[in-house]
């Protein structure tokens, strides 16, 4: 019995395609649907919705749509957040990012 094709073999980078394209898809929607930095409802929304998706941990039969669906809500779910140094770095982050959502009339 030969290795599955994800483990390795000349077909491996192939096998995985449609997985990539599922997950990149699903942070894709995921994103939308959070709408901003922080997820509605807050923590106890997010692991409901989370608890939601992951659904039967141990099912007796396997669910073809279960990478897509917990990644949407993964990403939906997610924190956007962003860790500096320090303060200055902070503050021309702040200043660099706002000139970029506001134009250039912030020159």
Same mark, same amino acid.
Request: aromatic share 0%.
């Given at each position: 019995?030969?290795?599955?094709?994800?483990?390795?073999?000349?077909?491996?980078?192939?096998?995985?395609?449609?997985?990539?394209?599922?997950?990149?898809? /699903?942070? $894709?929607?995921?994103? @939308? =649907?959070?709408?901003?930095?922080?997820?509605? %409802?807050? !923590? *106890?929304?997010? /692991?409901? $919705?989370?608890?939601? @998706? =992951?659904?039967?941990?141990?099912?007796?039969? %396997?669910? !073809? *749509?279960a990478l897509r669906v917990l990644v949407t809500a993964? =990403?939906?779910?997610?924190?956007?957040?962003?860790?500096?140094?320090?303060?200055?770095?902070?503050?021309?982050?702040?200043?660099?990012?706002?000139?970029?959502?506001?134009?250039?009339?912030?020159?």
């Open positions: 019995m030969g290795l599955p094709p994800l483990a390795s073999g000349p077909h491996g980078t192939d096998a995985l395609r449609p997985l990539l394209d599922t997950v990149l898809d /699903a942070l $894709r929607t995921g994103t @939308a =649907a959070r709408g901003g930095p922080l997820p509605a %409802g807050g !923590p *106890d929304a997010v /692991a409901a $919705r989370v608890a939601e @998706a =992951a659904g039967d941990i141990l099912p007796d039969r %396997g669910e !073809p *749509d993964l =990403a939906e779910g997610a924190a956007d957040a962003l860790v500096t140094t320090g303060g200055t770095e902070s503050n021309q982050l702040a200043v660099l990012l706002a000139r970029e959502t506001h134009g250039a009339h912030l020159r």
